[in-house]
Every structure is written in C-alpha cells, then in structure tokens.
C-alpha cells in the first residue's frame, strides 16, 4: 500500500512539473508562429474550381486572385472603384472602328472597338515543372508510370524551371474560355462581344480530337481572328460592339494568363489519375504560389519568389489620412512570407479560434453577433467591451449586392403588364417591410434598396434625396417615409382585390412563395412573410422545397413569387439593371432575369445606357429606367447587406475593398504583438486536470478498499 | 470453413447490387442528371449548353436504366445504372463530378478516420468494460443504481452537446488542446486528444450498460454457482470466470464494427475539422456527387459484410463449440 502511494505522489510530482504556461491549444506548429510573417485565416467551403477559366465565386477567387494575374486590377484605396494596370503596362489604348474596321468618324459609324494592350517586360511565372526542359525538350510532358512512382502532389517534381510572361498566355487563355470542355461560365457572354470568338468555339467544338494533346495543340495553333498578337508585349482584341465593360471583364481571374506548357502538363491522364491536375495546382507570375492544396484540411499560399515586385498604392494626392504612404508606399509587395488557410466548416470552433487569436481575421456569424457587436449610447455599432480590450478592429461596408422577392412577370396573377397585375405588386411592395425584415434576419446589416444598384455604384439611389417614389413619401427634415397600410390597402382595391378577395370570383385571393431551405431560419422567414401579406388581408401559401426543385421552377417559369440575389462582377449599373433586361429572360432565353421582366421602353434605353461611359447623361438615362421599374415593381426591392470584419490589432492594412480579390499582398503582420498576445490570452488552466487525477485517485483507492471489504464478506458468508 | 466464406461471398453479390440500385434510385428520383450538373456548374450565367456538355462528359446523357435506342444487352448496357454501377464491383471508383480521383482521395482520407476511430474503440473498450465489472461487483447495491441512472443520463444526452462542452471546457476555458483542426504525422496527437475525449465520454452511457447485461447474464449461469461453492472470492469469480466468457460477445461485436471504423464519424469529423471519410461522404451529399456518394455507399456495404463474416469467423476461434457450414 505504502508502495502505491509512494508511486501516485512521484506521478503527480511529474505531472505539475510539466505543466508550462506554453499554450497548448495552438493548432500550428510553434516555429510558423514565431519564424515567419504568416497570415492564418480560414475557409468554411473548399473551392471546387482553381482554374481561372472557370472559377466564378468568392472563395475561388480568395486563392486563385494572389497566384494569376489579369491585365489590370482594381486600386486598393480608391474610391470609387478604379482600374489600374496590373501586368499591363498602361491602361490600353481604345480605338472605335467603323465596319470596314477604318477609324469611326463618328459614334453611330461605331461597329467595332479595338483594345491595344500592352503588357509589362520581365514577367516570370512561378516555378514549374511544367516549364523545365532537358536538351531543348519539356522534361516533363510525357510522363510514364515510372516516371511518377513516387509523385504524389506537384511539389515533389525535383526539377522546375520557369519562363517570361508573354501577350501568348493572354491569348490561349481566351481561347481556353472558348472550349467547351472547360465549362467557362463567361463563354456565353464573350461570344456576344469578341470578335469570331463564337466561330473559334464552334469550329473547336464541332471537332473530334483523339486526344487531349491534340485539343491543346488545335487551341494553340488556330486564331480567334478579332484577336491579334502584335508583338511578344502587345495584342489586340477587336469587340463587336462598344462594350466599356470589358476592361472590368479584363481584370477578372477568367483573362489571367495560361502557359501552354501548364496545360498540356495537366493534361496527362497518368496526373490526373493522382489528382494533379490544373484545377488544383494553379500556375501564375502573381506575388504568391500555392504550395500546399489539401482544401479538406488547409491551404498554403507562399510568396512567389519569382515575383517582380509592386509598390504599395498611393493616392497622396487627394487622400486625406497619409499613414498609408509614410509606412508603405516605398516597401515591396507582397509584405507576408506565407498565408495559410484552415478548413473551418463549424461556426462555434472558427469564431472561439479567431478569439484565441489563431486567426487573423473573421467575419461574424449571426450567433456570434451579440458577442461581437453591440449598440452604444448615440445607437452606433461598436464593438463589445471584450473585443475591444483584445484590440480588435471592426470594418463595416455595404456589399455591391442586392436581395430581392421577386414576381414572376409570366404569372397570370401576379405578373404580366395590365394595371389590374402592377398595381397588387405595388400594394404587396408597400406593405412588407423590409426594416423590419433586416433588423430580425440580419442582425442590423443591410440598408433597404431602392432599386437594383448598390451603394458605390453609378445611379444608386440613396433614400434621401433620390428614393423610390412608388414606394416612400417625402417627411420632414428630407427624410422619406414608407407608404402606409391603408395606401396599401387602397391599391389593392382598385387592383380588384377588396380586403383581398378576388372581385370577379368572390374568392380570397391566395399567392405562392416558392421557398427553400428547412432550417429554423427559413421557417421564421416565411412566417414573417405570411405576417407581411396578412397586413393587407392577402393569403401567402409557402411551397418548400429543395434548390433543385425550385431551380426547375424558376427555370420552367411556374414559380410565383421567389427570393434571389445578385453579387456584382464589377462596379457598373450595367451589372445590375441587365437583371431586368427582356432578352436576359430566363425562361425565354435562359438569362439571369428571373423575373421575366420585359419592357419595351426600359429595354431600349438599357441598349443605350450599357454602352456608355459614366456620365451626367449616363445618370439621366438610368434614373428614368429606375422609374420605370419602380411603378412596375416586377421585384420587392429588398436589401443591400452590410458586410462586417473583424481583424487583430497585428494584421494591417486591412481595406475595404469589395471588388479587389488580389488584397493579400497588402496585408501586413506585426508579429511581436501576436506572440505576445497570443501568449497571453492562452495560458494553459491545469485545475481540470488535477481534478480528474484527484478523482480517478480517489476512485481507485475507495474501490480497492470496497473490493477488499466484500471480498472478505463474502468468504465468511 | 472455405465454403462457408466463398458462399458468403456469393450470397454478397445480390445483396451488393440491391444496395447499388436502392442509391442510384434514390438519388435520381431526387435529382435529375440536369439538376445535378447545374449545381456543379455554378449559379450564375449557366447555359443549356454548357450543362448538356458536362452530362456527355460523365455519361449522364445516357437513359438511367433502359435505352429505347439500342437493341439486345446494349439497351441494357447503354444507361447511367450500368456504366456506373458495374465498375465498382472491381473497385473502380472512377472519378468523382467535380473531376478528382475517388480512390486516391479514399485511401488518403482513411487515415485520419482510423486516427480517431481506433483509440475512441479500444480506449472505449478498456473503460467501459471496467466501468461495467464494476457496476456487476456492486450489483443490487446504491452504486450499481446510481450507475445506472447516471448511463442512462449519459446516453439521452445528445453528441452535439459532448462536442460544444467538450470544446468550450477542455480548449476555451482550459486551453489545455486546439479546438480543431488535424495534422498528418505526430502533430494529429494534440489534435485528436479532444475528439478521443469525447468520443469515449459519449460512448461511456450505452457501452457500460451493454457490456454490464452481458456480465449479468453470465453471473446467473451454474458454473458460476459452482465457483462460488467452491469459496472463490467474489472478484476471482467476476475476474477468473464471468469475464473470461464475457468476452465471446464482446469480442465478436467489436470485430464487426472495425471494418467499418474506415468510414469515419460524420459529426465528429466535422466539428473537429479531420479530413476523414465521414466528412468527405456529408460534402458529397452536400454538393450531390453522386460518384462519390455512390462509391461510398457500395464500400460502407462491403465493409459491413466483412465484418459479418468476420465475426463468424471469429466465433469459430473463442467457442470451440461453434462450427461453420
């Protein structure tokens, strides 16, 4: 006995005596922590598509935006938004051809626009297998089983090399866009724009290729002829039409340059057997090259060391808060050495790990939002008093993005063009509110829309001195007021629905809200929005069901009323009011216009509103076409959400800036500060730990004593 | 014996195939070929065309079980169910939608499933079966009660609340582990002390009252009366006899289960962030990769199967009595 206790007592010496202030919750191993100038962040779903000729959605570009590198890009700082070069060398020169492709004398002789792009000289790629080359030949590009016994991811190719950014790379990526085999998301719209770009898709398409060797061999030997290379730095693109647009088009992840080498590396079935692929180990000259992809665990972004090199962004001609230029302007981009992004699917373990300060930076979640944030005295946002004695910082913007109910203009109830039809989408339009709607669903977040265009945005319409006048009066002070229920109500009596019932069949009138989802969050939704249609004495009946479904309704047109949104692909009017446009139709021409709006006027004033620049004339066109579908209300103009983030007090130079994806090589770290925060906030409790051992002592010690006890019991028994 | 397992194997066969064709039902009653490509191809600006593409690309522009077109075994042979199903019985997985090969992607995933799964197991084991010896050594006394009802509080208490309370106790207040996250080699330790926590604590309710009904059943039995009339002690009864024979059952339902400790925890893995098999069969659900839901499925039934006939074989081994035919 003498002896187990000698043993329990040396056990709990040695337990006490390793425990450390160390934290012990670090999910990194301590020399990234204390080395390098890392960036963690996290990722909730792994980016399926890292192929720039396809990646389409945020958490695509949050990657692929650092490692390829379009021909421009937008400025951090500037607002509003303005495009820059980025590996081109000056904004390019725009010349305006008549049909005989001579100079236009004037704007109606416009029939094609010229782009003459030049790029910068001395551009490299990234490392790559897929550029080295053994006596003259590509080493790498007809692989056998032997040669990859043991390759398992890109990073154990032995030998790279790499190679100068060519107009070449431009130009097969566009052509990239054109095969169908690589399902660009984009192809449809730039066959409308580029130059014999549709005949280069369907020549390509239309023929049969043994291989995909000889796919990449046909791309790369045959021309779209409205592109043409001029020389190694120059290229042009001829447009159909005036399209300003397309410079936006232009600095998007979809024009970013595509070595040919790359692609018909990738192209090996024996890689792609082994899931290297294109798709997952992307190629590019930008400031950082992805060297760990496993998007089940975590992503590694490290800086290119081929990079050029870029300054940061000055606007010290007009920008009030000089600090930016003092610290940075002179430094070299990208400032971080590594960035690494964790899967983080739960909300609970993402925020608790941002607290820790194993995270840079985070947004918040709805169920953290009373942690985060609360109101202060004057009714402003502020951060809670934990956050704020931690340092962290809170950003808030609002989003290029619109959220919308809306009707299906080919519904015999609720849609179509007679009175009878627009004036109950405007009494529906007055009486759901969408104030109420934003303070219970979103926390607060989002600003109610006028009309389609966001904030930021030409032709936005603020709700003070430019409103929605169908839906909102004038009160005192310049403020605007919502319609009332009883100007509701009266709409909806000369649309023949008196206390809602229909006046021609006696019968209450009953409308359908296609629905999906199932969580508690959808059905307090729909319980809201019956509540909506009640205060006009309407009857909504909710039709759940799932994305599927509710994609074939939409697509077939047999929905009634739907929720929808749309995220900006760049900051012009164009990108939103297309979503009303009667050729985007998507039950006719299976466009983006969900509500099959169509309006001969408004349709004719967007063929001439989308081709111009921003302008006084441009804003008179715009505000007239808001008018329009203002009193035909073909949606519920609904909300622009607010987007908010945190940050630590090391990560710097955080900006808003909505329409960048390239933002990481500004960010900077201080990391002293992390250390010795996260140091501080993590020092490791031991009482559990010393609880359970008392515990497990106590029990081991009083079942002995009782087995002993019965034991001897049970003998004289 | 060799009989008996080659009949096994047969008797699989159908059983395979139902299981196949139950999934591949399901699954496209739910969704068809359509719907599945506009999910993979994103929400914006989607063509016909394009989704046509990329149903020819994965042979989904095929009839699902019968082609009119065709004649003979080619109408049969020309569909979705035949395409895709007849491979996996040579275990090719083939690729998944989004273009990634399943097998390599299963035989990387597998292993961070076993991290967890194999120490939750057999730690498991070891506890509750002392706790359940326990609760039999003090049985129809306050400790073997209270036992019981403090299980059965364990058991109705839901593994949601195990994860968040064990992640808020053990990794936010104490900071005594990462909340999540996993990494390969020895670094996974500190990552899977939690989950292996919580796994056993969640498991601690229904497996000690499990393991506590076979020792029950066992101590009523003659040669138990006949140790004790020879004046064992009661723990050389429960130690020497009870337990010893205890273990058939115990034994034979653990080897049914380790087949399929490959397949991974849905929820844990998810919580915790552990790239394993369980989560890799939600994302697919999630994002209706049927390939890989598919694959999943055909392998969960064969690993199920082997463990059956594991089991069988494994009762031959502890009871002599047993034989099989």
Redesign the interface.
């Known amino acids: 006995m003498k002896k187990i206790f000698k043993n329990i007592i040396i056990i709990i010496f040695i337990v006490i005596n390793g425990c450390s202030d160390k934290?012990?919750?670090?999910?990194y191993?301590d020399s990234n922590i204390s080395n390098q100038n890392i960036f963690y962040s996290s990722f909730q779903e792994?980016p399926?598509h890292l192929d720039p000729v396809r990646s389409?959605?945020s958490n695509e570009y949050a990657f692929i935006a650092q490692i390829y590198e379009p021909l421009f890009q937008y400025h951090y700082l500037k607002k509003p938004y303005e495009l820059i070069p980025l590996t081109a060398s000056e904004m390019p020169e725009v010349l305006y051809l008549d049909k005989n492709f001579k100079i236009a004398k004037a704007n109606k002789n416009i029939d094609y626009t010229k782009y003459i792009i030049k790029i910068k000289k001395d551009i490299i790629y990234q490392n790559h297998p897929a550029f080295y080359k053994e006596n003259n030949i590509y080493a790498y590009h007809d692989l056998s089983s032997k040669d990859l016994e043991n390759i398992y991811t890109i990073k154990d190719f032995k030998l790279n090399s790499t190679r100068e950014l060519t107009v070449d790379d431009y130009i097969y990526q566009i052509k990239r866009l054109a095969d169908?085999?690589n399902?660009s998301?984009?192809?449809?719209?730039m066959q409308e724009y580029i130059l014999g770009f549709k005949e280069f898709k369907d020549k390509l398409n239309k023929k049969k290729f043994s291989n995909t060797k000889s796919r990449i061999s046909f791309v790369k030997s045959n021309d779209i002829y409205g592109i043409k290379k001029i020389d190694n730095y120059t290229f042009s693109i001829i447009l159909k039409r005036k399209y300003p647009q397309f410079l936006y088009w232009l600095a998007m992840p979809f024009f970013s340059p595509m070595p040919w080498e790359a692609d018909l590396f990738y192209s090996q079935n024996k890689l792609?057997?082994?899931?290297i692929?294109l798709?997952?180990f992307p190629v590019g000259t930008g400031p950082f090259k992805l060297t760990e992809n496993?998007p089940?665990?975590k992503m590694v972004l490290e800086k290119n060391e081929n990079f050029r090199g870029e300054v940061y962004p000055s606007v010290l001609d007009k920008f009030k808060n000089r600090k930016y230029f003092h610290h940075n302007s002179e430094r070299i981009l990208p400032f971080i050495d590594k960035a690494i992004y964790?899967?983080?699917?739960?909300q609970?373990?993402r925020w608790?790990?941002f607290l820790?300060g194993?995270y840079d930076n985070s947004g918040i979640a709805s169920d953290n939002y009373d942690q985060a944030v609360s109101l202060n005295n004057s009714g402003d946002i502020t951060l809670t008093d934990e956050l704020m004695t931690k340092g962290i910082n809170l950003k808030t913007s609002i989003a290029a993005s619109t959220y919308y109910i809306g009707f299906n203009m080919l519904d015999p109830v609720i849609g179509g063009k007679s009175d009878k039809s627009r004036l109950l989408r405007q009494a529906i339009s007055i009486a759901i509110d969408y104030d109420e709607y934003i303070s219970i669903f979103t926390n607060g977040r989002g600003i109610i829309a006028q009309s389609p265009i966001p904030p930021g945005i030409a032709g936005y319409q603020d709700g003070k001195t430019e409103f929605n006048k169908t839906l909102f009066n004038t009160a005192e002070n310049n403020t605007i007021s919502k319609k009332s229920i009883s100007e509701a109500k009266s709409l909806l009596a000369k649309a023949g629905y008196k206390n809602g019932i229909d006046q021609k069949t006696g019968k209450p009138l009953i409308l359908y809200f296609e629905a999906t989802g199932a969580g508690a969050d959808t059905y307090a939704f729909l319980n809201w929005l019956r509540k909506q249609f009640k205060k006009i004495d309407l009857q909504l009946v909710t039709r759940v069901t799932?994305?599927?479904r509710f994609?074939?309704k939409m697509i077939n047109g047999t929905g009634q009323i739907f929720q929808w949104g749309w995220n900006a692909d760049y900051p012009d009017p164009e990108n939103f009011l297309f979503l009303l446009y009667g050729k985007n139709g998507k039950v006719k021409f299976?466009g983006?216009n969900a509500s099959n709006y169509e309006s001969k006027k408004f349709d004719s004033l967007f063929i001439k509103m989308k081709n111009m620049k921003n302008s006084s004339e441009r804003n008179f066109i715009i505000k007239k076409m808001l008018r329009i579908i203002q009193e035909d209300c073909p949606w519920i103009w609904g909300f622009h959400p607010k987007s908010f983030s945190l940050s630590h007090k090391w990560l710097e130079n955080i900006e808003n800036n909505l329409m960048a994806n390239n933002t990481l090589k500004y960010k900077n770290i201080n990391n002293d500060i992390r250390i010795e925060k996260i140091n501080k906030w993590?020092?490791?409790?031991?009482?559990?730990?010393y609880f359970f051992i008392i515990i497990i002592i106590i029990f081991i010690l009083s079942?002995f004593i009782?087995?002993r006890k019965?034991?001897k019991e049970?003998?004289y028994d | 014996m060799i009989n008996y397992i080659v009949k096994r194997i047969l008797y699989a066969i159908p059983i395979l195939i139902g299981v196949n064709l139950l999934t591949f039902t399901l699954f496209f009653v739910v969704n068809s070929p359509d719907e599945v490509a506009r999910l993979h191809l994103g929400n914006k600006r989607v063509t016909q065309e394009q989704i046509i593409t990329w149903n020819q690309e994965r042979g989904y522009d095929k009839p699902l079980f019968y082609n009119k077109s065709e004649k003979g075994l080619e109408s049969f042979r020309k569909t979705i169910f035949y395409e895709k199903s007849l491979k996996l019985f040579l275990f090719d997985f083939g690729v998944s939608d989004s273009g990634r090969d399943i097998k390599y992607d299963i035989k990387q995933r597998m292993w961070p499933s076993l991290a967890i799964a194999l120490p939750s197991l057999f730690v498991g084991l070891l506890i509750n079966i002392t706790i359940a010896l326990f609760f039999v050594f003090f049985r129809t006394t306050k400790v073997d009660y209270y036992g019981v009802i403090l299980c059965v509080a364990l058991m109705s208490i839901s593994s949601l609340f195990y994860i968040i309370g064990g992640q808020y106790l053990i990794s936010k207040l104490m900071h005594l582990t990462p909340i999540s996250g996993y990494e390969h080699g020895y670094e996974a330790i500190k990552f899977l002390i939690l989950p292996v926590i919580i796994s056993v604590i969640y498991g601690i309710g229904s497996g000690s009252r499990w393991y506590r009904s076979l020792f029950l059943e066992e101590i009523e039995k003659d040669y138990v009366k006949t140790a004790r009339s020879k004046g064992l002690s009661e723990s050389a009864v429960l130690f020497n006899h009870v337990f010893k024979n205890a273990l058939i059952p115990i034994l034979t339902g653990v080897v049914v289960i380790l087949p399929l400790l490959f397949m991974g925890s849905l929820i844990v893995e998810s919580f915790f962030g552990i790239p394993g098999l369980g989560s890799y069969t939600i994302d697919a659900i999630q994002s209706q990769d049927f390939a890989i839901v598919r694959s999943m499925v055909f392998l969960g039934t064969v690993l199920y199967i082997i463990g059956l006939i594991l089991t069988d074989i494994s009762y031959t081994l502890v009871d002599p009595r047993v034989r099989l035919k």
């Open positions: 934290p012990l919750n670090n999910p191993s792994r399926k389409y959605s169908s085999k399902h998301p984009i192809a449809g719209v792609k057997k082994k899931n692929t798709n997952w496993n089940n665990l964790s899967l983080e699917k739960e609970i373990p608790n790990k820790q194993y799932d994305y599927n994609q074939e299976g983006e993590n020092k490791p409790n031991y009482l559990l730990i079942t009782m087995v019965k034991d049970n003998a």
